[in-house]
């Protein structure tokens, strides 16, 4: 080995001991023509001297020495002088008195100063080779590897089987939008990135594998923000002979040992267990924050025969009125309260009904038509006071809560931006969202869609209302969410290939050819005594941002696509040639080449 310690190693009981350390330059200092180096590797840093007195034909070398350059030292081991040791320094108390110096590989001036942060995302990506040497990454990077061994101990330990599922699968779109990938002896035919495993591992499950897991590379072509990447990983994991407890019990004990094992939090379980409609109710998402207030309240009994008619025609028409208020949001300005009002308008709203306490005084253009014996009841149920903002939501009730919970997420980050609020990173609300509907509407379809997907089992209770009333049927489906993210979800699965069939042909309105090209196998499969089982997928990248704080997963991820879905650092994705597009039989206009 090139180095007998890393850098981040020697402690003030190493002085004395000749070492042999490498890494790169992080700073270089010249007092008086003693040179001193910050010498880095991914363990930490160690101080160097050079010192004219001891050699000085290495002195005038470390001269030469620029940030970046790698570089082999050769030196002894020293208390740091009294006045100058750094407490907050794992090495801080030593500094290592070099005697050789070799200069394993100098570099380029970096295009950015690798100790600031700030630095453009798109200019760190472009260097991202570069990036990966600042502190920050380097301790993500070794955050993701603690938390993969601790999720691969712990699943080994109940008995978890790891396999690996194909990456060239069939297109069966029921989800994001798919990456298709041609045949080139196959011509006209297309593999497909998996989205997820999901019908593998059920597969896996009627194969009497029982319990298997898999840290599993997932692909979806859909508009990327600071938590979505095309190409992403998941924790996936499916059970056999199991109920909705088991996996609750199971991913609880999952996430405590991973905030233990890296951040040395011990977290309290079982996680709180909220209802579906109780979060459309509360929050209006079913991933909610509630580390904040900003609740939503039904007064559609108080609005039934109001002389508003905006109000009253929605109550009439079998919707609800809803309301919250965004306490202390009174300041808002009226650039605000258009990005509000196009953000309702945005999910489907007519518009958005404010109203403003100022001076003592209800400001909004609908005051005109409220009673007083409405206002006391907004007055008491809303708790209103000098300063503050409600916002109402007249609509169907999934409309109505929807809309209100995109503008209730939008105050908030008003309100934290101007001091009224604060939600606090260390508090971690993990919750399960349950009881989800297994069918809903979707206006872009004529017939019934999987809530979650269609592989998901009905509420054996519920079994009875599938034909009739399907709206009715809750799904076995659960997530779990952390401040208002949500880590992952799953599901207990439809075991019997005659309820699937039922499901894909008569529920969901599939064709019967499209069903059997699709899907055929998977109910083929679930005909040879497949088990009850169920599963779930976490976002191992998201779980990491939460778990280290970042906003965005690019900075858990080592190399990760940029907002664009382009690798800038490479040039990805890129043109090719004609002679590859002929191999796999497409033709693009205007790619030129051999």
């Not at 919250?324 to 990005?339: P, R, S």
Request: include cysteine; proline fraction near 5%.
């Amino acid at each position: 080995m090139k180095r007998s310690h890393s850098c981040g190693a020697l402690r003030g009981a190493d002085a004395g001991k000749e070492v042999i350390l490498a890494g790169w330059v992080s700073g270089r200092r010249d007092h008086g023509g003693v040179i001193f180096i910050d010498l880095r590797d991914r363990e930490g840093l160690t101080q160097i001297v050079f010192n004219p007195s001891l050699s000085s034909e290495i002195s005038e070398l470390a001269h030469t020495l620029r940030s970046e350059f790698v570089v082999r030292i050769v030196g002894k081991v020293s208390p740091r002088p009294e006045g100058t040791k750094n407490s907050a320094l794992a090495t801080g108390d030593v500094e290592v008195l070099a005697s050789q110096l070799e200069i394993l590989n100098p570099s380029e001036t970096p295009p950015f100063p690798l100790d600031e942060e700030g630095v453009n995302e798109d200019l760190r990506l472009r260097y991202r080779y570069l990036d990966l040497r600042r502190e920050s990454m380097a301790k993500a990077l070794r955050a993701r590897h603690q938390a993969a061994l601790a999720i691969r101990r712990y699943l080994d330990a109940q008995g978890f089987l790891e396999i690996e599922t194909p990456i060239l699968f069939k297109s069966t779109p029921e989800g994001a939008r798919e990456y298709l990938v041609p045949s080139r002896i196959n011509p006209g035919r297309f593999y497909a990135l998996p989205q997820s495993p999901q019908q593998f591992k059920q597969l896996l499950m009627v194969g009497g594998v029982e319990k298997y897991f898999q840290i599993a590379r997932c692909f979806r072509d859909e508009d990327l923000r600071a938590d979505r990447q095309p190409e992403f990983t998941q924790i996936d994991l499916e059970m056999s002979f199991i109920e909705r407890e088991d996996i609750y019990a199971l991913i609880e004990g999952l996430v405590k040992t991973v905030w233990k094992e890296v951040k040395g939090i011990d977290l309290p379980t079982p996680f709180p267990r909220v209802k579906y409609r109780e979060a459309l109710d509360l929050y209006g998402v079913d991933k909610p924050d509630r580390r904040y207030g900003l609740t939503l309240v039904d007064f559609t009994e108080t609005f039934r025969t109001s002389t508003f008619k905006v109000f009253q025609s929605a109550v009439a028409a079998g919707g609800v009125v809803k309301a919250f208020n965004a306490k202390g949001l009174a300041m808002v300005t009226t650039g605000q309260i258009e990005d509000l009002t196009n953000l309702a308008k945005s999910h489907g709203a007519k518009g958005l009904a404010w109203i403003k306490v100022e001076k003592g005084e209800w400001k909004s253009p609908i005051v005109k038509f409220f009673s007083e014996a409405e206002k006391k009841t907004l007055t008491e149920k809303l708790k209103v006071e000098e300063g503050d903002l409600l916002l109402f939501g007249a609509d169907q009730w999934l409309a109505a809560c929807e809309v209100l919970g995109f503008v209730r997420i939008r105050c908030a980050e008003y309100l934290e931006k101007a001091g009224k609020l604060k939600r606090d990173p260390a508090h971690l609300d993990f919750h399960w969202v349950v009881d989800f509907p297994l069918l809903r509407k979707d206006p872009e379809h004529p017939n019934m869609v999987a809530s979650h997907h269609p592989f998901t089992a009905p509420v054996e209770e519920d079994l009875q209302w599938l034909e009739s009333e399907p709206e009715k049927v809750r799904g076995q489906h659960y997530d779990l969410v952390l401040n208002g993210v949500e880590l992952g979800g799953g599901s207990i699965r439809i075991h019997k290939g005659e309820l699937q069939d039922k499901v894909f042909r008569e529920i969901l309105k599939i064709p019967a050819d499209m069903v059997t090209s699709r899907f055929g196998y998977m109910i083929e499969a679930l005909k040879f005594g497949a088990p009850p089982h169920g599963g779930i997928a976490l976002g191992f990248d998201r779980l990491m941002a939460l778990l280290l704080g970042q906003e965005s997963i690019r900075d858990v991820i080592a190399f990760p696509k940029n907002a664009r879905g382009q690798d800038v650092m490479s040039g990805s994705p890129a043109e090719v040639t004609a002679r590859q597009l002929k191999e796999i039989h497409i033709q693009v206009e205007g790619v030129s080449g051999s």
